[in-house]
């Protein structure tokens, strides 16, 4: 069975720091790119970061650079992203995402909360 599990969200205090994981099963995380996204209530789900299946290469969101970083473990099928310097801001909904890019499959996770207290 195909599946993205995400997990590691939480509540935190701003300042605080987490670290998400999303573990694939059913298929390889490698031979796709990763994305992670989040949707805060009342609005639209959007891209925090994504790494390439390629060559490794990252992207972050202006709203998150230098405070997430994107990384994955081959040999867990795991990737995780880690958020540091957290801000209320920041609350959300984050959710995974492997896009197989140019092939047909396109698959996302449950999604985990992330509470940042003021």
């Known amino acids: 069975e195909v599946q993205l599990v995400e997990s590691g969200g939480g509540l935190v205090q701003a300042g605080g720091s987490l670290r998400l994981s999303c573990a694939a099963s059913?298929?390889?995380?490698?031979?796709?790119?990763i994305g992670w996204f989040r949707q805060a209530p009342g609005k639209e789900r959007e891209g925090v970061s994504c790494?390439?299946?390629?060559?490794?290469?990252?992207n972050y969101a202006d709203s998150v650079k230098g405070r997430f970083t994107i990384s994955k473990d081959i040999a867990e099928n795991t990737v995780y992203l880690q958020m540091n310097s957290l801000k209320p801001e920041d609350t959300a909904v984050y959710y995974c995402?492997?896009?197989?890019?140019?092939?047909?499959?396109?698959?996302w996770g449950q999604g985990t909360q992330v509470t940042v207290s003021s």
């Open positions: 995402n492997a896009d197989e890019i140019l092939g047909p499959h396109d698959y």
């Open positions: 059913g298929f390889t995380l490698d031979d796709y790119v």
């Open positions: 790494i390439s299946n390629t060559d490794g290469r990252t």
